[in-house]
């Protein structure tokens, strides 16, 4: 199976009509935003966060599994986050020459 590569965001210019705009917003859930390819991590992300929350809207969770599906949830996000942030801190600190 071959993916295609969606373009970069541009967001000058956003897509004209209703079904490229949601093609656009639904790629950035799977895509990397700056080459556009597809992004393992952002798939595989995307299929658990959405199968727990399938699971916790077809059923009725204890509480403690509502702690997992929170920390799980948000730690990634935390993670990501953090990951990003370094990783601007340190192309700025190349940018500078420090």
């Known amino acids: 199976m071959k993916y295609r590569n969606l373009p970069p965001p541009n967001f ?3 897509p004209p009509n209703f079904a490229e705009r949601l093609k656009y ?3 950035g859930m799977v895509n990397n935003p700056t080459t556009g390819a597809l992004s393992a991590d ?4 995307s299929v658990m966060a959405g199968s727990m929350t399938w699971q916790f809207l077809t059923t009725d969770p204890a509480e403690w599994k509502w702690l997992a599906y929170g920390g799980i949830l948000g730690g990634v ?3 990501k986050r953090s990951i ?3 990783q601007q801190v340190n192309e700025k600190r190349i940018e500078k020459g420090e």
């Open 77 to 79: 996000s935390l993670v």
């Open 25 to 27: 917003w639904l790629g």
């Open 12 to 14: 000058q210019n956003p």
């Open 42 to 45: 952002k798939v595989w992300y």
């Open 84 to 86: 990003a942030g370094v």
